[in-house]
């Protein structure tokens, strides 16, 4: 049986999921609402930036616990399937570490701040339509492969904590 993450860890696994949770209904939001309420759809595109922006300081600060923290007792698993979700944890670090980023380039070389509710947090620098528009493209793309990789990883914790556990072992 595995053992658990330090809390550390957890608590910045959670509150980039709560994050999540609020960034993405935000977008969808933000784009429906674009031709008919342009006030509330500046509102949740403040939003969506936001906890963008926080989920990227937080997934740096993952990544550096990662690397001092100790880590919990691996689970019993075939070779492939922990092979798959190696792939996955690492597919998530670059798409939490990419989307940020990307969300940040397509702005600024579109020639447009970084400044959610008015407030410039990065200032536009010099503008570059056609890459701003290839990132603003791959933004889109990776956004719809998170909430994909997403639901794989809450569908692979409820098969995981749907399990016995052996003698009171908790797993993560």
């Not at 977008?27 to 674009?34: D, I, K, P, R, V």
């Not at 740096?60 to 792939?87: D, E, N, T, Y």
Request: zero cysteines; a positive charge; glycine letters at 8%.
């Amino acid at each position: 049986m595995a053992g658990r993450w330090p809390a550390l860890i957890r608590i910045l696994h959670w509150t980039t999921a709560v994050l999540a949770l609020v960034m993405i209904p935000a977008a969808f939001a933000a784009e429906a609402l674009t031709e008919v309420d342009t006030d509330r759809a500046e509102m949740l595109v403040g939003v969506h930036m936001l906890a963008g922006l926080a989920i990227l300081v937080l997934t740096l600060a993952r990544l550096s616990a990662r690397l001092v923290l100790p880590r919990p007792k691996p689970l019993r698993r075939a070779r492939m399937l922990a092979g798959l979700a190696g792939l996955r944890t690492a597919a998530f670090y670059v798409l939490l570490l990419a989307l940020p980023l990307t969300g940040v380039l397509k702005l600024t070389l579109s020639g447009l701040d970084v400044a959610p509710f008015g407030v410039t947090l990065i200032a536009a620098g010099d503008t570059a339509p056609a890459l701003a528009r290839r990132l603003n493209a791959a933004h889109a793309l990776m956004g719809k492969a998170f909430i994909a990789l997403a639901l794989i990883h809450i569908a692979g914790a409820l098969v995981q904590h749907g399990r016995p556990k052996a003698s009171g072992a908790r797993n993560t």
